[in-house]
């Protein structure tokens, strides 16, 4: 019982946070920043900060994850990291030569007072930035927001390089938010066999899920390049997945470009799919091939053969809040009871859209933005369920509470495997059932006395 001390009485707490459901702002940004082709993500802080971020990305995605740091030490924690900044740039053309630097700040840069933006303006004013090359910035202090809020404010920095020629391109913005290289993958899988042109921002596939070929490469082939970026400002419209992740950056091309935008949910799960395909189909005035039909059916033939099992099982999740949002409907779709659903990222937006999802459910649903795993931990201790889905942090509670688990979300440290596999669109939704059946079942024959244990399920 590694969480021994966790009481089932729960006290209303407003000031402690106990084993986050999130983590720091930055990571998000260097996520987000290596979705683009030739870039060199920058932490603006000190290298504990870096050194962090760059490892808890390593051991999800399993991959080498490079990125600059501005190195602070007292001196610059006191007076600022400009020089250190200005160092850098410098620094990093002269010897990685990247395309794009994507700095970010730290919980240190951002109480300091360190205006990236402004560092930019005066590298650019004194020549350090050399020509064809290009550096944004988000600001991404810790001690407010998320993981998510990070990633969403890199994505919309990126925003910045997108330009208006006048010519449309004939192309589709796709911002797919925090979701895994194989996602990215499927999600233009599905765009090309609609038969629609699209930009996909950012992209990591290629970068964090790529080959081992015997050779290393600083800069990865995959990555949404910067002739991609510039022409997003061209697009036909913008299709942003997640309102927390991707919804920024729409509205930014939207606002700046006159880019129409659709925010939609993260294609997770058969209606979520829907949307998004059907958007896809709209937008660019195509119809859906027959193929899609085909994977869209395959996906409902799935859900009514395992729908015996899936009744009525009570499930925990906690993620982040698109990726919830969609599963939270995807598993009341299927007919199964989420119960106890949790967010460390903050938004009471977020809390009133499971609640609308959930509203038929003939029982009330706890749920809560910027809430932790102490707390999932004592409403599964008070009402036990039949399924808990999360990051591996979950597997704590699953332990304890001798509940089956599906690893699902970020991070996942302990598995290997999962950023090749898509859990989005028709697809993923057949993954995603397949893993949620066989822990289920694991535990149905785990439990079963000799007499009633059987070899056909
Ligand atoms: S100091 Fe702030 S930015 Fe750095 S690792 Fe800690 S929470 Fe993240």
Same mark, same amino acid.
């Given at each position: 019982?590694?969480?021994?001390?966790?009481?089932?009485?729960?006290?209303?707490?407003?000031?402690?946070?106990?084993?986050?459901?999130?983590?720091?702002?930055?990571?998000?940004?260097?996520?987000?920043?290596?979705?683009?082709?030739?870039?060199?993500?920058?932490?603006?802080?000190?290298?504990?900060?870096?050194?962090?971020?760059?490892?808890?990305?390593?051991?999800?995605?399993?991959?080498?994850?490079?990125?600059?740091?501005?190195?602070?030490?007292?001196?610059?924690?006191?007076?600022?990291?400009?020089?250190?900044?200005?160092?850098? +740039?410098?620094?990093?053309?002269?010897?990685?030569?990247?395309?794009?630097?994507?700095?970010?700040?730290?919980?240190?840069?951002?109480?300091?007072?360190?205006?990236?933006?402004?560092?930019?303006?005066?590298?650019?004013?004194?020549?350090?930035?050399? !020509?064809?090359?290009?550096?944004?910035?988000? &600001?991404?202090?810790?001690?407010?927001?998320?993981?998510?809020?990070?990633?969403?404010?890199?994505?919309?920095?990126?925003?910045?390089?997108? !330009?208006?020629?006048?010519?449309?391109?004939?192309?589709?913005?796709?911002?797919?938010?925090?979701?895994? *290289?194989?996602?990215?993958?499927?999600?233009?899988?599905?765009?090309?066999?609609?038969?629609?042109?699209?930009?996909?921002?950012?992209?990591?596939?290629?970068?964090?899920?790529?080959?081992?070929?015997?050779?290393?490469?600083?800069?990865?082939?995959?990555?949404?390049?910067?002739?991609?970026?510039?022409?997003?400002?061209?697009?036909?419209?913008?299709?942003?997945?997640?309102?927390?992740?991707?919804?920024?950056?729409?509205? &930014?091309?939207?606002?700046?470009?006159?880019?129409?935008?659709?925010?939609?949910?993260?294609?997770?799960?058969?209606?979520?799919?829907?949307?998004?395909?059907?958007?896809?189909?709209?937008?660019?005035?195509?119809?859906?091939?027959?193929?899609?039909? #085909?994977?869209?059916?395959?996906?409902?033939?799935?859900?009514?053969?395992?729908?015996?099992?899936?009744?009525?099982?009570?499930?925990?999740?906690?993620?982040?809040?698109?990726?919830? +949002?969609? $599963?939270?409907?995807?598993?009341?779709?299927?007919? $199964?009871?989420?119960?106890?659903? +949790?967010?460390?990222? *903050?938004?009471?937006?977020?809390?009133?859209?499971?609640?609308?999802?959930?509203?038929?459910?003939?029982?009330?649903?706890?749920?809560?933005?910027?809430?932790?795993?102490?707390?999932?931990?004592?409403?599964?201790?008070?009402?036990?369920?039949?399924?808990?889905?999360?990051?591996?942090?979950?597997?704590?509670?699953?332990?304890?509470?001798?509940? *089956?688990?599906?690893?699902?979300?970020?991070?996942? #440290?302990?598995?290997?495997?999962?950023?090749?596999?898509?859990?989005?669109?028709?697809?993923?939704?057949?993954?995603?059932?397949?893993?949620?059946?066989?822990?289920?079942?694991?535990?149905?024959?785990?439990?079963?006395?000799? !007499?009633?244990? !059987?070899?056909?399920?």
């Amino acid at each position: 019982m590694l969480l021994r001390h966790t009481p089932k009485e729960i006290s209303e707490r407003s000031a402690l946070t106990i084993n986050p459901a999130k983590t720091c702002q930055p990571i998000g940004a260097m996520y987000a920043a290596l979705g683009i082709h030739g870039c060199l993500p920058h932490s603006h802080g000190s290298q504990g900060c870096c050194a962090y971020h760059r490892s808890t990305l390593t051991r999800h995605y399993k991959e080498p994850v490079s990125a600059g740091t501005s190195s602070f030490t007292e001196g610059a924690s006191v007076f600022g990291g400009q020089a250190n900044m200005m160092q850098a +740039i410098n620094n990093i053309f002269t010897v990685y030569n990247p395309v794009i630097i994507a700095a970010h700040t730290t919980c240190l840069s951002e109480t300091i007072g360190d205006d990236l933006k402004q560092i930019r303006k005066k590298a650019m004013d004194e020549g350090k930035l050399p !020509e064809g090359k290009y550096m944004i910035s988000a &600001a991404t202090p810790s001690y407010v927001g998320s993981h998510v809020t990070g990633f969403s404010s890199m994505v919309k920095a990126m925003t910045d390089l997108a !330009e208006k020629t006048g010519k449309k391109n004939g192309k589709v913005n796709i911002i797919p938010g925090w979701v895994e *290289p194989a996602d990215m993958e499927e999600i233009k899988r599905l765009t090309k066999m609609i038969g629609v042109g699209s930009i996909l921002f950012p992209d990591t596939s290629g970068v964090l899920n790529g080959p081992l070929s015997g050779e290393y490469k600083m800069f990865p082939d995959g990555g949404t390049t910067v002739a991609e970026l510039k022409s997003t400002g061209d697009s036909i419209a913008t299709l942003a997945l997640g309102e927390w992740c991707s919804a920024d950056a729409a509205r &930014a091309l939207d606002k700046t470009h006159k880019v129409p935008c659709q925010v939609l949910d993260m294609p997770f799960g058969l209606k979520a799919t829907d949307r998004f395909i059907d958007a896809l189909r709209t937008v660019a005035g195509v119809s859906v091939p027959d193929e899609i039909a #085909l994977e869209r059916g395959q996906l409902v033939d799935l859900i009514s053969d395992m729908h015996q099992y899936f009744y009525q099982k009570k499930v925990a999740l906690v993620g982040d809040p698109d990726q919830v +949002i969609a $599963m939270t409907e995807f598993l009341v779709s299927i007919d $199964m009871c989420p119960k106890h659903i +949790i967010t460390g990222t *903050p938004g009471k937006k977020f809390e009133k859209r499971i609640k609308e999802i959930t509203a038929d459910l003939p029982y009330e649903v706890n749920v809560k933005a910027k809430g932790d795993m102490f707390l999932l931990h004592q409403w599964i201790k008070n009402e036990p369920v039949d399924l808990l889905l999360g990051n591996s942090y979950c597997k704590y509670i699953a332990r304890d509470e001798d509940v *089956p688990f599906v690893r699902w979300g970020f991070p996942i #440290l302990d598995r290997q495997g999962h950023q090749y596999f898509p859990t989005v669109g028709y697809k993923g939704g057949l993954r995603l059932l397949e893993k949620i059946l066989g822990v289920l079942l694991d535990r149905k024959d785990r439990d079963s006395p000799e !007499e009633s244990f !059987e070899l056909v399920l």
